[in-house]
């Protein structure tokens, strides 16, 4: 059986099953356009814990726990977990696989993780090699600010540009089979595509739509190159957390391309909040795309209204130290094909 | 074909094929008792550039490079790059991908990165997923310690448990078959065992040997209860970086839990500087591993002394903030299996 093509891009012939998913926000997130279609939402950011840190390990491994749930599993059935967050030394995925006691891969992509571990989840999984696994990733606007930014406390304002990190954690569980009283029926993964890092010069950390556009517009070209298909093929292709700065200039990078993805594209970052919100360009943060894939764009798959879609979490590759050492910011993107399939169709 | 063993062992039936390797390493290291194992050791441990940071992506770049190079291949050829660092957001890993364009995978696993990069890419070769592929860990003394200690120019001393970061950088190439012309024609990799992360409650930075000696522990008892062997079955049993006092307590957990591994276990941080050095209980750091990796352990496999070994490379998760938050240091290990074969032997 073929598990290649082209030059970046893995064919799973067993197809992994999406069977459960879950995910957890907070109020901004629960306010904005998908705020009914969370499956938790929180007033208190803490989740009763101490530190914001602690709050955030909490939201992944209650997305875990429910994700399971979810798919008709307990946590400890599960063979593998894949993820990561945005802090350092990805504290939150660690700790939060201390306490869930499963087999752990820690990842960093930045902001593509959630693709990441779907890509590497997909591989153990249709390669016989362990299932039921976990596909998680995690992230919050008050860790993410203080360790990338500024002090919360100093109430510094932002530019046009920049993004609001999402307080959200999203967990997909993927199967070698159906299972039964399962979340879904009718959703697998027949494909991915690897990232490649892209870097256009961008040195703007408020800009960082921007710093990712190239890296996805890349990715979206190699796994048409790779299969031979182009947009009219998928009925949404979903960028991470571009916001709507980097969406403009996405969509822009692909007319020049001659791979036009206007009528089918979607960027998590610019939908999650409202304009009346007002922030600035969008979300953005690993828990984004999580949240919305989780969210919204799985069921549609399920209920069959969409039959495909290329899923691109989308990362900024960058450090405060590599910034302030004036590194330009350069930024990756791995994609995943998510299939509706009718029940027993093979 | 059989493609799991037991709670957490992963077979690889294609048995992926070790083709190259390299490492570069600095002045310390040099100096130790494999000095001579080395393929290249530098004495400006800036190796011309101006930080120390994107001195340690020159050194995961060349690595890469060398490591094609005596693997019979150009760095072009490679299908993907699984690696990861100790710095922030893994900045090296990185930029050091955008500079080799290669397709990337990202990971963190703090000191247990080279073995999580073995288990991952054994799977997308053995899967016929994707081949060849680079496997990867680096680590620098000078970006580690300003990062994770005290700046350099303060001069601090360091307490009897601590452990001196190893400058290095070293890369394996995995592939689906034998290369004409390449490094090494008789060592394959049949079995993985992923990790858990455990906590025994250590919370000293300076003693990460005890944090990790559990997590050691606990992946070779399982590795050992899911494939039915002990430590006989192994010429070698080898952890990344425990250094002396995480050794003596590795021995000790072992001999309580029944597996005692005294006659073979080997440490790479406990190895790598000779005590006239000075380094306390010796190296750290997740190029460590690497480089004893590349340079010492396979040469002994592609020579047939040694016929089969188990290695761990082995992690200290925690951050600066989880560990001024009063967080403990849990540690996680998993273990790769490499075996001599003739050639032509299946």
Redesign the interface.
Known sequence: MQ??IG??T?LFPNMPYVIGSANIVAKAESDGPFGTCFDTAVEDDTFGED?F??AECHMFEQAVKDACRSGGLAHKDL??MLG?D??????TA??A??DL??????????CSTMS?SL??GS??V?????APVACVACSHFSTAER?YRYPLEMGTTSPPTAQRTVTGAGCVILSDRWQNGARYRHIRIPSAT??????YGIDDISNMGAAMAPAACDTILQHFRDTGRNASDYDRIVTGDLGSFGTDMLLRLCREKQIPIDDCHFDCGKEIYTTSQKYNCGGSGCGCSAVVLTGHLLPHLESGEWKRILFLATGA??????NQ?G?TI?G?A?AVVFEHFKAGEQ
Do not use: C, W
Not at 86 to 91: C, D, V, Y
Not at 317 to 322: G, P
């Open positions: 598990k290649q030059e970046r893995l530190s840190e602690k063979q593998a990561g945005l802090l350092n030394q990805i504290i660690n700790y696989a201390r006691q499963i087999p752990f891969l820690g990842l960093y992509g930045a990441e890509l590497l591989i153990l249709d390669g016989s090699y362990r360790q690897i990232g490649k890092v892209i870097d590759l960058m450090s405060t130290t590599s050492q590194e350069p990756i791995h």
